[in-house]
């Protein structure tokens, strides 16, 4: 059934996201402006007709289009960025292909791009998942199919979403001028191996439609009283919680995104989605938008966060393998994305974007930099199915929810809870968050999210130390902390403690020897 005219108009949606977007809303229907459709047109019939033949051409077309939708031409340091890869830095052979039949099904997908936006809409019709600004302190959920989102990301690759109001809505750059404006006189072949990425995702997309869903969720944790769902819990409510620990499990190889439990996979984000992703970075957060490049989508609509608030993406899928790190990442090939699908079509792989403190120093060791971070961990790590259980555990104080857990023992060692569903056995995959570039401390930051995901009833932390040497005794301690059967509010208790008197002077030691020095607890 196609969305009535006055339908489409009074879409409160729509109304959101069509400034962001290169398509006009007219007579109650969608469409391209003429000129941008001529343009497209052309592109799709191929370089016998279109003449776009190599990369300084195709930004001569791109500027055009450009021009078509009222905005200024690309500049000239993306012009030339575009020209220097493809006519320089791919293959002859693969230019060709990508000329002669990637970019006219590129542009063939955007032609559709209007009916495409108005099939979204129509099975939104409820106005609960359609596609619209996420601003800020606004919780919701944005549903996608693949194709759409292919479409978005050419919107992007050929840069025509409009840049005016981006900033003032606190949205990050969307269109890809600045990747490929990043290529030149750029030593780091770091760059040139983003772009790969994504023109490998293009390359996979035009060759078979995905038929699948990515949902994007903003997630608020509410600093006032809410019905039926827990606020922004102070250092004295976590002290007093009594949710159990969970399972920690410490691994000094592997990576998060080759987590094969069904997990948060941690996204160590900037406030911005997607970071430097789209200009020069290339740590873990971009690393994961280019090997999953359906991420990028959240970029057009999702706000920048606040200290309150997560960013939760499902269904994105993973096309790309890679090696290395910063400014030795390189793409090495295709990749076949094996995981499942749930029952909304999206692939049960989960990312959880959660930006840590940038260059804390000393809030490291303030109440009240452990207290956003805590909380942004716990945002990112809840769900909004459970709000008025956490408000218990942080209320009532009962360790009334062990039956959540797959594995709580009474003290002869004797299994008292019932086995929890495969739906709810959802853990968390992290590691060392805000650590790098953002110069966290590890230590603190893996006790942090330790008591964040066992807040937020979380079965399991699968912790990924990328060999960090102030982590060596990590796994142990977290096995004395489990057999002494300790609490949220226990662990959160000495973590208090360990801060207040490093911030004094009194200790300069890390917490994991601070807490077991020569095999001495604090704490019996």
């Known amino acids: 059934m196609e969305p009535s005219a006055s339908g489409l108009a009074a879409r409160g949606d729509l109304r959101s996201a069509l400034p962001f977007l290169p398509v006009v809303l007219r007579g109650g229907a969608l469409f391209w402006p003429p000129a941008a459709q001529e343009s497209l047109r052309a592109l799709a019939l191929g370089p016998d007709v279109s003449r776009v033949a190599s990369g300084d051409v195709l930004a001569d077309a791109l500027t055009d289009l450009r021009l078509a939708l009222a905005l ?12 220097l890869f493809f006519d320089d830095l791919l293959s002859r052979a693969q230019a060709r292909g990508w000329f002669a039949e990637v970019l006219p099904n590129l542009a063939r997908l955007l032609l559709r791009l209007p009916a495409l936006l108005e099939d979204h809409y129509d099975k939104a019709a409820d106005g609960a998942s359609g596609l619209r600004i996420l601003a800020s302190q606004d919780a919701g959920i944005v549903h996608l199919s693949q194709e759409l ?12 979403f409009p840049t005016d109001g981006r900033a003032e809505a606190s949205l990050p750059n969307i269109n890809f001028d600045g990747l490929f404006a990043a290529l030149v006189h750029n030593a780091r072949q770091s760059q040139e191996q983003k772009v790969r990425c994504l023109v490998h995702y293009f390359e996979r997309v035009t060759d078979s439609t995905p038929t699948g869903f990515v949902s994007f969720e903003r997630k608020v944790l509410p600093r006032r009283a809410v019905l039926g769902g827990v606020t922004y819990p102070d250092v004295d409510a976590w002290m007093k919680s009594s949710a159990p620990l969970c ?9 998060i995104e080759d987590e094969e439990q069904e997990a948060l996979e941690v996204d160590f984000a900037n ?20 090997i999953n490049p359906e991420l990028i989508v959240g970029m057009l609509f999702m706000a920048s966060m606040d200290d309150n608030e997560a960013i939760e993406i499902v269904g994105a899928e993973r096309f790309s393998q890679y090696m290395g790190y910063g400014s ?3 793409f090495v090939g295709d990749y076949l994305d094996s995981k499942p699908i749930d029952s909304m079509g999206r692939r049960r792989t989960r990312i959880v974007s959660i930006d840590a403190l940038d260059c804390p120093t000393r ?38 929810m062990f039956h959540l857990y797959n594995t709580v023992q009474d003290s002869n060692n004797k299994d008292i809870s019932p086995r929890i569903s495969s739906d709810e056995y959802i853990g968390v995959s992290t590691g060392n968050w805000g650590c790098g570039a953002f110069g966290g401390n590890p230590e603190i930051k893996s006790m942090i ?55 004094r002077g009194e200790t300069f030691k890390g917490f994991l020897a601070w807490l077991l020095p020569n095999g001495c607890p604090k704490m019996k």
Not at 72 to 83: K, M, Q
Not at 149 to 160: E, G, I, M, R, S
């Open 72 to 83: 200024p031409a690309l500049s000239p340091r993306a012009a030339d960025g575009l020209a």
């Open 149 to 160: 989102v292919a479409a978005l990301l050419t919107c992007a690759l050929f840069c025509l």
């Open 247 to 255: 399972q920690f499990r410490v691994f000094s190889s592997g990576f």
């Open 271 to 290: 406030r911005y989605l997607g970071g430097g992703a789209l200009s020069r970075g290339c740590v873990q957060e971009e690393i994961r938008f280019m």
């Open 328 to 330: 030795s990442f390189r």
């Open 363 to 400: 809030l490291h060791y303030e109440s009240s930099g452990l207290l956003r971070e805590v909380n942004k961990a716990f945002c990112g790590f809840s769900y909004q199915s459970k709000l008025q259980i956490y408000t218990e555990l942080f209320e009532i104080y009962l360790l009334i």
């Open 449 to 503: 999210q330790w008591i964040a995901a066992s807040q937020a009833l979380r079965p399991f932390v699968n912790y990924y130390t990328f060999e960090d040497a102030s982590l060596e005794r990590l796994g142990e301690v977290i096995q004395w902390i489990l057999c002494h059967g300790w609490t949220v509010g226990e662990l959160w208790h000495m973590l208090i403690e360990y801060s207040s008197q490093r911030s």
